[in-house]
């Protein structure tokens, strides 16, 4: 089985993408993280470029021992000798030196001509020899570069001595027909390709960097340059994880991968956190809703079979919360399947009526969480108990009117209906209570809470009465707080018959 080498350059590529700049503390954390899921090589920096990146270059070489440690630089002696100073220190270092090949760099950038492009790239691959054994060469904008022209650039930086030759599609303009076409070329026509590894880098500006990435694989490419979600410049590079669980899924694709899958989660979340790039939900693998369903169809076909409509299971990429998402239009089976792993098991009975009240929670508030419905279930167990039942609340209050509460309660079978009013829309419904049942109660202690946070959370109520010298309690819980209050009494009063 072939191996596929993943070569990471989040820590160059996509850290000099403005606002995602680190300092050496952590980019260090990045690196271990980088070394804890099982890359081959971390592109550290540009240590040419500044001060800053030259030390990181070095700490992390001091602080990794898998990984090969690579540093970037121009095809410039200057670059090269400081490339090779801030690598002392690693147990494996990699100089990835390169210079632009198609006509826009030559003629345009560069101001030169295809030879002395050639001359140049050979003079930087055997400078960087002269340091390391290990030497990539990139031809940049290798996307937009005429085949033929590329293939003579790869043969005489192999003839060099680069041991990798990096093909990146910079500008994110090739196809994946184009650039699988274009790695099938070089592997076919380079009489040397044998004595190097081909790379591939691509971006993602047309939405097609994993993709390519792919293609290149499929033709020969043995090496892939990625980012964790995808950063880089501009519309970013292609993400490791995507290319990674591409080749984990296909079983055709029959090569080897030497990545811990199950640290890509707490990987993106990394770098998310300290690079401050929010990762969009629907993104493939580490978006938020990687692996939500929340139609009540695909909920239900999940639950039979995971494969009706997963193709990775969660928990290969380190997800370990429920794929079931709970919304209101989750059916009965998401619900069951919730309860069970909160450890609830309902009779259908009691399941028709916790579905029945998270139906009109879920109708209210976006996200049901586990404390919601341990909430849910709880008042219904309070609901259950009590003799006393809430049929119907009306309040009327507000800064113009005098709070009053119309209730309207089932006791034993009959039903009762009262007004009253109070100082609050809350005391005006106990009020009525009061003067349907005739008990003589006294409210000693009222707690009303928000569960988690937001303006559409559920409130539970927590009441203590006391009755001739005796105390009851009583819970309820409701997005709507006069409703928990009343629950919450009902439940208290119950107690006393
Ligand atoms: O996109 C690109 O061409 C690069 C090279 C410097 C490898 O990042
Ligand atoms: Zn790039």
């Known amino acids: 089985m072939d191996k596929i080498y993943i070569f990471d350059t989040t820590l160059r590529d996509a850290e000099q993408v403005p606002g995602c700049q680190l300092n050496t503390i952590e980019k260090i954390e990045v690196a271990r993280q980088l070394e804890r899921l099982g890359v081959d090589i971390i592109e550290a920096g540009f240590p040419a470029s500044s001060p800053g990146d030259f030390n990181s270059v070095v700490e992390i070489s001091k602080a990794i021992s898998n990984p090969t440690i690579c540093a970037l630089t121009r095809a410039v002696q200057k670059d090269i000798d400081v490339a090779a100073e801030a690598l002392k220190f690693a147990q494996r270092g990699r100089i990835h030196t390169g210079i632009g090949t198609s006509p826009y760099h030559i003629f345009e950038k560069l101001n030169s001509t295809p030879e002395e492009i050639i001359e140049r790239a050979v003079a930087a691959v055997k400078y960087a020899k002269r340091y390391v054994e290990d030497v990539e060469f990139y031809a940049e904008d290798a996307g937009r570069t005429d085949e033929e022209y590329l293939a003579r650039v790869v043969e005489a930086v192999i003839n060099a001595g680069a041991t ?50 792919i293609a290149g694989i499929m033709n020969g490419a043995r090496q892939v340059e990625v980012t964790i979600n995808g950063l880089g410049e501009r519309a970013g590079n292609t993400s490791l994880e995507e290319v990674v669980m591409t080749v984990a899924c296909h079983k055709n694709l029959d090569y080897q991968l030497d990545i811990n899958t199950r640290e890509i989660l707490k990987t993106s979340k990394l770098v998310s956190g300290l690079m401050r790039m929010p990762v969009q939900a629907n993104k493939a693998i580490v978006g938020r809703n990687a692996f939500a369903h929340s139609s009540g169809i695909h909920q239900d076909g999940v639950l039979k079979s995971r494969e009706t409509y997963e193709i990775i299971d969660p928990a290969d990429v380190g997800v370990d919360e429920s794929s079931i998402i709970l919304t209101a239009r989750s059916g009965r089976a998401a619900l069951k399947h919730h309860l069970k792993e909160l450890g609830y098991n309902t009779t259908d009975e009691e399941l028709t009526k916790i579905y029945q009240r998270f139906l009109e929670v879920a109708d209210k508030k976006k996200d049901i969480t586990t404390a919601d419905l341990e909430l849910l279930v709880d008042s219904e167990a309070a609901r259950h108990r009590s003799s006393i039942k809430l049929v119907d609340l009306q309040v009327v209050c507000g800064t113009t009117s005098m709070p009053t509460a119309t209730v309207k309660l089932d006791i034993g079978g009959d039903e009762f209906v009262e007004s009253a009013v109070g100082n609050g829309p809350v005391d005006a419904a106990i009020n009525a209570i009061k003067s349907i049942t005739k008990r003589r109660v006294r409210v000693e202690e009222f707690l009303i809470q928000a569960m988690t946070n937001g303006s559409d959370d559920l409130g539970k109520v927590h009441v203590q009465i006391s009755h ?11 997005t709507d707080i006069v409703t928990a209050s009343v629950e919450s009494f009902l439940d208290a009063l119950s107690k006393i018959s």
Do not use: Q, R
């Open 468 to 478: 001739k010298g005796k105390m009851y309690h009583g819970f309820g819980a409701s």
């Open 164 to 213: 990798v030759v990096n093909i990146p599609d910079t500008t994110g303009y090739c196809l994946p027909s184009e650039f699988g076409a274009k790695i099938a070329y070089l592997t076919n026509n380079v009489p040397n390709i044998d004595k190097a590894i081909i790379s591939t880098h691509c971006h993602n500006d047309l939405g097609m960097a994993t993709a390519n990435t």
